[in-house]
């Protein structure tokens, strides 16, 4: 991951950890956990430069799990990460934020009744300066 994802990560994780209900953000995968928690990730990394500068592209993922007989709480904290995440905006160190587009949301059980709702985002950065 270059300096780019380094950043959005490092927003995005602010910016969930800002969401009350949400216990923990991480930004890997944790060993022990209490429910709910966020995962952020960047799922992957593209160039995006144009003639006169850098730039990438980006696809921010943020998994939130929690557990239950239904989802209506993790869908409470789905839709306030969704929003948190698409108002990310501004200077990054070392990036310009040019846009955030979201992209889709999808929300499954797991065996043992543990719901993952997963948002993704496409981000795109130019480089500052």
């Not at 108002?87 to 499954?108: E, I, K, S």
């Amino acid at each position: 991951m270059t300096g780019a994802g380094d950043a959005v990560l490092e927003a995005a994780v602010g910016a969930l950890r800002a969401i009350d209900g949400i216990g923990r953000v991480y930004d890997a995968p944790p060993l022990q956990a209490a429910l709910p928690y966020a995962l952020v990730a960047i799922d992957s990394e593209s160039d995006w430069s144009h003639k006169s500068g850098s730039g990438r592209a980006l696809r921010l993922a943020a998994s939130i799990r929690d557990k239950g007989e239904r989802p209506e709480r993790l869908r409470g904290l789905a839709s306030a990460a969704e929003a948190a995440l698409a108002a990310l905006g501004g200077d990054l160190p070392g990036w310009q934020l040019v846009t955030v587009r979201f992209l889709r949301t999808r929300t499954v059980r797991a065996a043992g009744g543990e719901w993952t709702a997963t948002i993704e985002f496409q981000v795109r950065l130019l480089a500052a300066g």
